[in-house]
Protein backbone atom coordinates (compact mmCIF):
# COMPACT_ATOMS: atom_id res chain seq x y z
CA UNK A 1 0.00 0.00 0.00
CA UNK A 2 1.27 3.28 -0.91
CA UNK A 3 1.62 4.67 2.73
CA UNK A 4 2.23 8.19 1.61
CA UNK A 5 -1.28 8.46 0.92
CA UNK A 6 -2.16 7.15 4.23
CA UNK A 7 0.16 9.46 5.96
CA UNK A 8 -1.56 12.49 4.07
CA UNK A 9 -4.18 12.03 6.18
CA UNK A 10 -2.58 11.76 9.89
CA UNK A 11 0.06 14.25 9.00
CA UNK A 12 -2.06 16.85 11.42
CA UNK A 13 -2.42 14.68 13.85
CA UNK A 14 1.25 13.30 14.14
CA UNK A 15 2.79 16.79 14.04
CA UNK A 16 0.61 17.94 16.58
CA UNK A 17 1.47 15.18 19.06
CA UNK A 18 5.21 15.60 18.23
CA UNK A 19 5.16 19.37 19.01
CA UNK A 20 2.31 18.92 22.15
CA UNK A 21 5.03 16.78 23.48
CA UNK A 22 8.02 19.11 23.22
CA UNK A 23 8.26 22.68 21.31
CA UNK A 24 10.66 22.08 18.27
CA UNK A 25 11.30 23.61 14.83
CA UNK A 26 10.66 22.33 11.42
CA UNK A 27 13.99 19.76 11.33
CA UNK A 28 13.65 18.91 14.60
CA UNK A 29 10.05 17.60 14.20
CA UNK A 30 10.65 15.85 11.17
CA UNK A 31 13.22 14.14 12.75
CA UNK A 32 11.08 12.95 15.68
CA UNK A 33 8.71 12.11 13.54
CA UNK A 34 11.01 9.36 11.30
CA UNK A 35 12.43 8.61 14.58
CA UNK A 36 8.92 7.61 15.39
CA UNK A 37 8.65 5.72 12.56
CA UNK A 38 7.18 7.89 9.82
CA UNK A 39 9.97 7.48 8.05
CA UNK A 40 8.86 7.83 4.47
CA UNK A 41 7.38 11.33 5.27
CA UNK A 42 8.86 13.97 3.34
CA UNK A 43 10.63 17.20 5.08
CA UNK A 44 8.74 19.84 2.60
CA UNK A 45 5.30 18.29 3.79
CA UNK A 46 5.90 18.71 7.40
CA UNK A 47 7.16 21.83 7.17
CA UNK A 48 4.16 22.39 5.06
CA UNK A 49 1.88 21.03 7.72
CA UNK A 50 3.89 23.18 10.65
CA UNK A 51 2.78 26.33 8.42
CA UNK A 52 -0.52 25.26 7.70
CA UNK A 53 -1.26 24.44 11.40
CA UNK A 54 0.46 27.96 12.26
CA UNK A 55 -2.01 29.63 9.95
CA UNK A 56 -4.84 27.68 11.57
CA UNK A 57 -4.06 28.83 15.55
CA UNK A 58 -3.13 25.17 16.20
CA UNK A 59 0.34 26.26 16.65
CA UNK A 60 2.53 28.75 17.85
CA UNK A 61 5.51 30.01 16.57
CA UNK A 62 8.65 31.78 17.90
CA UNK A 63 12.03 32.42 16.49
CA UNK A 64 15.30 31.50 18.23
CA UNK A 65 17.96 33.99 16.96
CA UNK A 66 21.39 32.33 16.37
CA UNK A 67 24.52 34.79 16.87
CA UNK A 68 25.74 33.14 13.26
CA UNK A 69 23.73 31.66 10.47
CA UNK A 70 20.20 31.64 10.13
CA UNK A 71 17.37 31.27 12.78
CA UNK A 72 15.57 28.64 13.82
CA UNK A 73 11.54 29.26 13.93
CA UNK A 74 10.00 27.34 16.86
CA UNK A 75 6.28 25.73 17.40
CA UNK A 76 4.82 25.18 19.67
CA UNK A 77 0.75 23.90 20.74
CA UNK A 78 -2.02 26.46 21.34
CA UNK A 79 -5.01 25.55 23.41
CA UNK A 80 -7.18 25.03 20.37
CA UNK A 81 -3.94 23.11 18.96
CA UNK A 82 -4.51 21.10 21.96
CA UNK A 83 -8.42 20.39 21.15
CA UNK A 84 -7.44 19.40 17.79
CA UNK A 85 -4.91 17.17 18.85
CA UNK A 86 -7.37 15.35 21.53
CA UNK A 87 -10.14 15.63 18.36
CA UNK A 88 -8.40 14.00 15.92
CA UNK A 89 -6.42 10.91 18.15
CA UNK A 90 -9.77 9.76 18.92
CA UNK A 91 -10.94 9.77 15.67
CA UNK A 92 -7.44 7.88 14.27
CA UNK A 93 -7.91 5.82 16.98
CA UNK A 94 -11.98 4.52 16.11
CA UNK A 95 -10.78 4.84 12.79
CA UNK A 96 -7.97 2.52 12.77
CA UNK A 97 -10.31 0.03 15.13
CA UNK A 98 -12.44 0.07 12.43
CA UNK A 99 -10.36 -1.17 9.96
CA UNK A 100 -8.36 -3.44 11.81
CA UNK A 101 -11.93 -5.13 12.97
CA UNK A 102 -12.69 -5.59 9.33
CA UNK A 103 -8.76 -7.33 8.55
CA UNK A 104 -8.86 -11.06 8.80
CA UNK A 105 -7.56 -11.87 12.36
CA UNK A 106 -4.27 -13.55 10.86
CA UNK A 107 -2.73 -10.25 8.93
CA UNK A 108 -4.42 -7.55 11.47
CA UNK A 109 -2.94 -9.09 14.72
CA UNK A 110 0.73 -9.46 13.30
CA UNK A 111 1.56 -6.73 11.51
CA UNK B 1 19.64 21.97 20.17
CA UNK B 2 21.76 23.10 22.40
CA UNK B 3 22.83 26.77 22.06
CA UNK B 4 26.41 26.09 21.07
CA UNK B 5 25.71 24.56 17.45
CA UNK B 6 26.26 27.66 15.10
CA UNK B 7 24.38 26.90 12.06
CA UNK B 8 26.34 27.22 8.98
CA UNK B 9 24.57 28.41 6.06
CA UNK B 10 25.53 26.73 2.55
CA UNK B 11 25.56 28.76 -0.43
CA UNK B 12 23.47 25.91 -2.20
CA UNK B 13 20.84 26.20 0.64
CA UNK B 14 20.46 30.36 -0.14
CA UNK B 15 20.05 29.27 -3.88
CA UNK B 16 17.68 26.28 -3.08
CA UNK B 17 15.75 28.92 -1.22
CA UNK B 18 15.75 31.43 -3.45
CA UNK B 19 14.78 28.62 -5.80
CA UNK B 20 11.46 27.42 -4.02
CA UNK B 21 10.67 31.34 -3.37
CA UNK B 22 10.54 31.60 -7.14
CA UNK B 23 8.38 28.92 -7.57
CA UNK B 24 6.30 30.39 -5.02
CA UNK B 25 5.69 33.60 -6.77
CA UNK B 26 2.50 33.68 -7.16
CA UNK B 27 1.60 33.97 -3.22
CA UNK B 28 1.44 36.86 -1.93
CA UNK B 29 4.36 38.33 -0.02
CA UNK B 30 3.27 37.67 3.61
CA UNK B 31 2.18 34.06 2.84
CA UNK B 32 5.24 33.31 1.00
CA UNK B 33 7.64 34.58 3.85
CA UNK B 34 5.87 32.62 6.38
CA UNK B 35 6.15 29.43 4.22
CA UNK B 36 9.78 30.16 3.88
CA UNK B 37 10.84 31.63 7.22
CA UNK B 38 13.36 29.26 9.22
CA UNK B 39 13.38 26.91 5.96
CA UNK B 40 16.68 27.74 5.48
CA UNK B 41 17.91 26.53 9.09
CA UNK B 42 16.27 23.60 8.52
CA UNK B 43 17.59 22.79 5.41
CA UNK B 44 20.95 23.64 6.55
CA UNK B 45 20.81 21.52 9.16
CA UNK B 46 19.42 18.87 6.82
CA UNK B 47 22.29 18.92 4.52
CA UNK B 48 24.35 18.48 7.70
CA UNK B 49 23.08 15.47 8.76
CA UNK B 50 23.81 14.39 5.22
CA UNK B 51 20.16 14.75 3.49
CA UNK B 52 20.44 16.14 -0.16
CA UNK B 53 18.16 19.29 -0.78
CA UNK B 54 16.61 17.35 -4.58
CA UNK B 55 14.37 19.36 -6.95
CA UNK B 56 13.15 22.82 -5.95
CA UNK B 57 10.23 22.57 -7.93
CA UNK B 58 9.01 19.77 -6.74
CA UNK B 59 10.03 21.13 -3.20
CA UNK B 60 7.90 24.26 -3.41
CA UNK B 61 4.52 22.22 -4.65
CA UNK B 62 5.08 19.71 -1.49
CA UNK B 63 5.52 23.03 0.78
CA UNK B 64 2.12 24.00 -0.73
CA UNK B 65 0.24 21.30 -0.92
CA UNK B 66 0.99 20.67 2.67
CA UNK B 67 0.46 24.03 3.64
CA UNK B 68 -2.94 24.03 2.12
CA UNK B 69 -2.49 27.08 -0.05
CA UNK B 70 -3.79 26.53 -3.64
CA UNK B 71 -1.89 25.45 -7.20
CA UNK B 72 0.07 27.72 -9.17
CA UNK B 73 -2.64 29.38 -11.59
CA UNK B 74 -0.49 29.30 -14.89
CA UNK B 75 3.32 28.82 -15.37
CA UNK B 76 3.87 32.69 -14.95
CA UNK B 77 7.44 32.11 -15.04
CA UNK B 78 7.58 30.46 -18.63
CA UNK B 79 8.78 32.13 -21.02
CA UNK B 80 7.03 31.18 -23.88
CA UNK B 81 3.36 29.99 -23.98
CA UNK B 82 2.38 28.64 -27.34
CA UNK B 83 -0.32 31.05 -28.95
CA UNK B 84 -2.44 28.35 -29.98
CA UNK B 85 -2.11 27.36 -26.01
CA UNK B 86 -3.35 30.95 -25.02
CA UNK B 87 -6.72 30.65 -27.64
CA UNK B 88 -7.47 27.31 -26.37
CA UNK B 89 -7.27 28.18 -22.80
CA UNK B 90 -9.28 31.72 -23.31
CA UNK B 91 -11.92 29.43 -25.43
CA UNK B 92 -12.11 26.76 -22.61
CA UNK B 93 -12.93 29.66 -20.04
CA UNK B 94 -15.25 31.22 -22.28
CA UNK B 95 -16.86 28.11 -22.78
CA UNK B 96 -17.21 26.77 -18.97
CA UNK B 97 -19.16 30.36 -18.54
CA UNK B 98 -20.77 29.98 -21.30
CA UNK B 99 -22.39 26.64 -21.86
CA UNK B 100 -23.24 26.99 -17.69
CA UNK B 101 -26.31 26.10 -16.79
CA UNK B 102 -27.74 29.66 -16.86
CA UNK B 103 -25.75 30.68 -19.94
CA UNK B 104 -26.48 28.11 -21.94
CA UNK B 105 -29.72 29.57 -23.29
CA UNK B 106 -28.13 32.30 -24.13
CA UNK B 107 -25.57 31.54 -25.71
CA UNK B 108 -27.09 28.61 -27.68
CA UNK B 109 -29.14 31.71 -29.13
CA UNK B 110 -26.27 33.89 -30.02
CA UNK B 111 -24.54 30.92 -31.79
CA UNK B 112 -27.99 30.07 -33.91
CA UNK B 113 -27.55 33.99 -34.60
CA UNK B 114 -23.64 33.98 -36.19
CA UNK B 115 -24.77 34.31 -39.56
CA UNK B 116 -26.38 37.57 -38.49
CA UNK B 117 -22.91 39.25 -37.21
CA UNK B 118 -21.34 37.40 -40.30
CA UNK B 119 -23.59 40.04 -42.37
CA UNK B 120 -22.83 43.23 -39.85
CA UNK B 121 -19.09 42.92 -39.88
CA UNK B 122 -19.15 42.94 -43.70
CA UNK B 123 -21.67 46.11 -43.85
CA UNK B 124 -19.03 47.69 -40.96
CA UNK B 125 -16.32 46.64 -43.56
CA UNK B 126 -17.56 48.50 -46.47
CA UNK B 127 -19.19 50.61 -44.66
CA UNK B 128 -15.73 51.69 -42.70
CA UNK B 129 -14.35 51.75 -46.52
CA UNK B 130 -17.09 53.99 -47.85
CA UNK B 131 -16.66 56.82 -45.09
CA UNK B 132 -12.92 56.15 -45.66
CA UNK B 133 -13.09 57.52 -49.28
CA UNK B 134 -16.18 59.23 -49.95
CA UNK B 135 -16.93 62.79 -49.23
CA UNK B 136 -18.76 63.24 -46.23
CA UNK B 137 -22.67 61.90 -46.19
CA UNK B 138 -25.28 59.64 -44.32
CA UNK B 139 -24.30 56.00 -43.01
CA UNK B 140 -26.76 54.44 -45.25
CA UNK B 141 -27.89 50.55 -44.91
CA UNK B 142 -26.33 50.22 -48.64
CA UNK B 143 -23.03 51.74 -48.88
CA UNK B 144 -23.15 54.26 -51.64
CA UNK B 145 -18.79 54.07 -52.06
CA UNK B 146 -19.53 56.90 -54.67
CA UNK B 147 -20.07 55.23 -57.29
CA UNK B 148 -23.40 54.07 -58.60
CA UNK B 149 -24.19 50.49 -58.00
CA UNK B 150 -20.67 49.98 -56.42
CA UNK B 151 -21.96 50.27 -53.29
CA UNK B 152 -24.30 47.03 -52.67
CA UNK B 153 -22.09 45.17 -55.30
CA UNK B 154 -19.22 45.45 -52.85
CA UNK B 155 -21.68 44.35 -49.48
CA UNK B 156 -22.84 41.42 -51.37
CA UNK B 157 -19.36 40.69 -52.16
CA UNK B 158 -18.03 41.03 -48.27
CA UNK B 159 -21.09 39.36 -46.94
CA UNK B 160 -20.04 36.27 -49.11
CA UNK B 161 -16.18 36.66 -47.94
CA UNK B 162 -17.07 37.13 -44.34
CA UNK B 163 -19.97 33.72 -44.18
CA UNK B 164 -17.35 31.74 -46.05
CA UNK B 165 -14.11 32.85 -42.94
CA UNK B 166 -17.19 32.27 -40.27
CA UNK B 167 -17.82 29.07 -41.85
CA UNK B 168 -14.36 28.16 -41.92
CA UNK B 169 -14.05 27.66 -45.90
CA UNK B 170 -12.11 30.71 -47.24
CA UNK B 171 -8.50 31.77 -45.69
CA UNK B 172 -5.13 31.89 -47.08
CA UNK B 173 -3.53 28.69 -47.00
CA UNK B 174 -0.42 30.04 -46.22
CA UNK B 175 -1.19 31.49 -42.59
CA UNK B 176 -0.77 29.18 -40.29
CA UNK B 177 -3.57 27.72 -37.69
CA UNK B 178 -2.55 30.16 -34.66
CA UNK B 179 -1.95 32.91 -37.20
CA UNK B 180 -5.69 32.36 -38.63
CA UNK B 181 -7.26 32.59 -35.41
CA UNK B 182 -5.59 35.68 -34.16
CA UNK B 183 -6.34 37.04 -37.69
CA UNK B 184 -9.94 36.19 -37.07
CA UNK B 185 -9.75 37.35 -33.93
CA UNK B 186 -8.25 41.11 -34.83
CA UNK B 187 -10.56 41.10 -37.44
CA UNK B 188 -13.66 40.74 -35.36
CA UNK B 189 -12.14 43.01 -32.62
CA UNK B 190 -11.88 45.67 -35.52
CA UNK B 191 -15.92 45.23 -36.75
CA UNK B 192 -16.56 45.58 -33.01
CA UNK B 193 -14.47 49.04 -32.69
CA UNK B 194 -15.02 50.68 -35.89
CA UNK B 195 -18.54 51.47 -35.50
CA UNK B 196 -17.73 53.41 -32.34
CA UNK B 197 -16.13 56.10 -34.55
CA UNK B 198 -18.62 56.35 -37.35
CA UNK B 199 -21.11 58.49 -37.15
CA UNK B 200 -24.03 56.63 -35.93
CA UNK B 201 -27.06 58.75 -35.71
CA UNK B 202 -28.29 58.81 -32.32
CA UNK B 203 -31.63 59.57 -30.81
CA UNK B 204 -32.31 62.56 -28.82
CA UNK B 205 -33.05 61.10 -25.36
CA UNK B 206 -29.45 59.83 -25.91
CA UNK B 207 -28.08 63.42 -25.60
CA UNK B 208 -27.70 65.70 -28.26
CA UNK B 209 -31.20 66.85 -29.74
CA UNK B 210 -31.60 66.18 -33.23
CA UNK B 211 -28.31 64.64 -33.16
CA UNK B 212 -28.02 63.78 -36.95
CA UNK B 213 -24.50 62.97 -39.15
CA UNK B 214 -25.78 65.20 -41.98
CA UNK B 215 -26.22 67.93 -39.29
CA UNK B 216 -23.66 67.52 -36.67
CA UNK B 217 -20.94 65.91 -38.58
CA UNK B 218 -19.02 62.89 -36.90
CA UNK B 219 -18.35 62.88 -33.44
CA UNK B 220 -14.84 63.29 -34.39
CA UNK B 221 -16.04 66.73 -35.97
CA UNK B 222 -16.87 68.22 -32.27
CA UNK B 223 -13.33 68.11 -30.96
CA UNK B 224 -12.55 71.11 -33.19
CA UNK B 225 -14.10 74.01 -35.58
CA UNK B 226 -14.82 72.38 -38.18
CA UNK B 227 -16.82 74.24 -41.35
CA UNK B 228 -16.19 77.30 -42.83
CA UNK B 229 -15.53 80.42 -40.96
CA UNK B 230 -15.12 84.32 -41.94
CA UNK B 231 -13.59 86.62 -38.90
CA UNK B 232 -14.07 83.44 -36.92
CA UNK B 233 -18.42 83.70 -37.44
CA UNK B 234 -19.42 80.53 -38.95
CA UNK B 235 -20.32 80.63 -42.77
CA UNK B 236 -23.49 79.28 -43.33
CA UNK B 237 -24.54 80.13 -46.81
CA UNK B 238 -22.50 81.25 -49.95
CA UNK B 239 -23.28 82.78 -53.03
CA UNK B 240 -21.22 83.12 -56.25
CA UNK B 241 -21.42 85.61 -58.90
CA UNK B 242 -19.59 85.62 -62.27
CA UNK B 243 -17.37 88.11 -64.03
CA UNK B 244 -19.92 89.88 -64.95
CA UNK B 245 -21.30 90.39 -61.51
CA UNK B 246 -24.54 88.42 -61.87
CA UNK B 247 -25.66 85.58 -59.19
CA UNK B 248 -24.46 82.07 -60.42
CA UNK B 249 -27.35 79.32 -59.20
CA UNK B 250 -25.09 76.69 -58.18
CA UNK B 251 -21.22 76.04 -57.47
CA UNK B 252 -19.33 73.33 -56.14
CA UNK B 253 -16.72 74.48 -54.63
CA UNK B 254 -13.45 72.89 -53.48
CA UNK B 255 -10.12 74.48 -51.73
CA UNK B 256 -6.46 74.32 -53.76
CA UNK B 257 -6.28 69.99 -52.95
CA UNK B 258 -9.56 69.75 -54.21
CA UNK B 259 -11.10 69.26 -50.38
CA UNK B 260 -15.00 70.47 -50.82
CA UNK B 261 -15.08 73.55 -48.57
CA UNK B 262 -18.04 72.30 -46.85
CA UNK B 263 -20.40 74.20 -44.65
CA UNK B 264 -21.78 72.45 -41.54
CA UNK B 265 -25.44 71.94 -41.54
CA UNK B 266 -26.10 72.56 -38.32
CA UNK B 267 -24.29 75.95 -38.73
CA UNK B 268 -26.56 76.59 -41.64
CA UNK B 269 -30.17 75.76 -39.62
CA UNK B 270 -31.51 79.13 -38.42
CA UNK B 271 -33.92 80.19 -36.28
CA UNK B 272 -36.50 82.41 -37.78
CA UNK B 273 -38.17 84.99 -35.84
CA UNK B 274 -41.55 85.22 -37.88
CA UNK B 275 -42.69 81.44 -38.06
CA UNK B 276 -41.21 80.78 -35.01
CA UNK B 277 -39.57 77.72 -36.29
CA UNK B 278 -36.33 76.34 -37.78
CA UNK B 279 -35.21 77.89 -41.26
CA UNK B 280 -32.99 74.78 -42.29
CA UNK B 281 -31.26 74.12 -45.44
CA UNK B 282 -32.01 71.41 -48.23
CA UNK B 283 -28.43 70.98 -49.54
CA UNK B 284 -27.77 69.62 -52.71
CA UNK B 285 -27.67 65.98 -53.62
CA UNK B 286 -25.16 63.32 -55.51
CA UNK B 287 -27.72 60.70 -54.96
CA UNK B 288 -28.67 60.17 -51.23
CA UNK B 289 -25.47 61.90 -50.26
CA UNK B 290 -25.80 65.54 -48.91
CA UNK B 291 -23.05 67.70 -50.60
CA UNK B 292 -22.59 70.36 -48.04
CA UNK B 293 -20.25 72.39 -50.53
CA UNK B 294 -22.68 73.18 -53.19
CA UNK B 295 -24.09 76.66 -52.67
CA UNK B 296 -26.03 78.77 -52.03
CA UNK B 297 -28.41 76.14 -49.77
CA UNK B 298 -31.82 76.22 -51.09
CA UNK B 299 -33.94 76.98 -47.39
CA UNK B 300 -37.30 75.38 -46.04
CA UNK B 301 -39.10 76.66 -42.85
CA UNK B 302 -39.93 73.93 -40.55
CA UNK B 303 -41.25 73.88 -36.82
CA UNK B 304 -40.37 70.27 -36.24
CA UNK B 305 -37.90 69.12 -38.31
CA UNK B 306 -34.06 69.78 -37.48
CA UNK B 307 -33.39 68.83 -41.10
CA UNK B 308 -34.58 68.84 -44.64
CA UNK B 309 -36.56 65.42 -45.54
CA UNK B 310 -37.18 64.63 -48.91
CA UNK B 311 -41.15 65.60 -47.78
CA UNK B 312 -39.45 69.03 -46.97
CA UNK B 313 -36.84 69.30 -49.68
CA UNK B 314 -39.92 69.72 -52.10
CA UNK B 315 -41.32 72.64 -51.04
CA UNK B 316 -37.42 74.03 -50.37
CA UNK B 317 -36.68 77.63 -52.07
CA UNK B 318 -33.55 78.57 -53.38
CA UNK B 319 -32.30 82.25 -51.22
CA UNK B 320 -32.47 85.67 -52.51
CA UNK B 321 -28.84 86.45 -52.78
CA UNK B 322 -27.90 89.35 -50.45
CA UNK B 323 -26.74 91.61 -53.61
CA UNK B 324 -28.61 91.65 -56.54
CA UNK B 325 -25.22 92.05 -58.85
CA UNK B 326 -21.64 92.94 -57.85
CA UNK B 327 -19.80 95.35 -60.48
CA UNK B 328 -18.34 93.33 -63.29
CA UNK B 329 -14.80 92.12 -63.02
CA UNK B 330 -11.78 91.93 -65.37
CA UNK B 331 -8.57 89.40 -65.21
CA UNK B 332 -5.64 90.88 -64.91
CA UNK B 333 -3.75 90.65 -67.98
CA UNK B 334 -6.39 91.34 -69.91
Known amino acids: MDTTQLLRGVLDVAVLAVVEREDGYGYDVLRRLRTGGLTEVGDASVYGTLRRLYAAGALTSYVVPSDEGPHRKYYGITPAGREQLALQAKEWTSFADTVTSLLPRSTGATS | ?334
Open chain 2, 1 to 334: MTEDDTLVLRPEVVAFVEEVRRHLADLDDETRDDLLDGLDADLAEQLADGADLGDPAGYAAELRSAAGLPEPRRRRRSIRVAPAELLDDARARFLAVAESPRFRPAWELLVTLRPVWWVARAWVAVTALDVAVGPYEYISVVPTLAVPGLGPLALVAAIVVSTLIGLGRLWPASLRASQRRYAVLALNTAAVVTPLFLSIPVPAYLGYDHYDPEYYGSAGEDYYQRGLFADGDPVINIFAYDAAGKPIPQVQLVDQDGRPLSVRLRDAAVYDDDSEGLRVPCPARNGGAAVTNAFPFAYVRTSIEGRCTAALAARSVPPTPPLASLPPITLPGR
